[in-house]
């Protein structure tokens, strides 16, 4: 795995900020929003596992062969770029920043994301990029407030009624059908919580519900949820 760091910066205290939920719950864009507005980096770890499954969609592996997609995901050099103004990401020297966000790979993504063994591997990255990062991050997937950085300074479980998510999908996903939009969301919800809990807030974990909140207000919200010494 590489790391393209920003400048340093000359303050020390850790400020992790974890921020996990379903699809559509607005997290990407209050994640990336709230390290904006801090001067922090930011990680999409769903974009790392949506990276494997670019590997896995390229080989002529069956979703059956566990043995065979924990493999990909040992062998695959995934490069992470954390500014939060162009977060990118790339597999094996190839920038698959766009390529992630088409359709089919939000069809087959639960395939490697419930994997074990991807698991493991991508989450000792994801652990070493916050350790890159000095510690000045805010992260955001489905487990990084119970199982990848439980330690967060703030930790948020940021939800929305299933409506608004796939409301919210499908403006973004301009010309998707509703069918297709509500499988994305809710059938990946469904696989993706046989492996994390992201139903219900863990204890220490601020549960927001964003169904009637606009944007801004969310990030104002998290950013005020930040201890006055460690901004
Ligand atoms: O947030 P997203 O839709 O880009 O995530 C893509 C997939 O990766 C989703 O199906 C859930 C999975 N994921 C996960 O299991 N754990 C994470 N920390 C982040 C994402």
Request: one cysteine or more; aromatic letters at 4%.
């Amino acid at each position: 795995m590489n790391f393209v760091e920003q400048p340093a910066t000359d303050q020390h205290t850790d400020l992790v900020i974890a921020i996990d939920g379903p699809s559509g719950s607005g997290k990407s864009s209050t994640a990336r929003g709230v390290a904006q507005k801090l001067g922090l980096s930011y990680l999409d770890t769903g974009a790392m596992y949506r990276a494997i499954t670019v590997a896995f969609l390229r080989s002529d592996l069956q979703a059956s062969d566990a043995a065979g997609i924990a493999a990909l995901a040992d062998n695959a050099e995934l490069t992470v770029t954390d500014d939060p103004e162009a977060p990118a990401i790339s597999l094996d020297g190839e920038d698959v920043t766009f390529i992630i966000r088409e359709p089919q790979i939000s069809q087959h993504v639960s395939v490697v994301a419930t994997n074990p063994h991807v698991r493991e591997v991508l989450t000792d990255q994801m652990r070493a990029l916050v350790e890159a990062a000095d510690r000045r991050i805010v992260v955001e997937g489905r487990d990084i407030t119970t199982v990848v950085w439980p330690d967060a300074q703030v930790r948020v479980l940021l939800v929305a009624d299933a409506e608004a998510r796939i409301a919210r999908r499908q403006a973004e996903l301009d010309g998707v059908d509703t069918a297709q939009v509500t499988d994305q969301v809710v059938r990946r919800d469904r696989d993706d919580a046989t492996v994390s809990e992201f139903g219900t807030p863990a204890e220490g974990v601020h549960l927001v519900d964003s169904t009637h909140m606009g944007l801004a207000q969310v990030i104002d919200l998290i950013c005020a949820m930040v201890p006055d010494d460690m901004e």
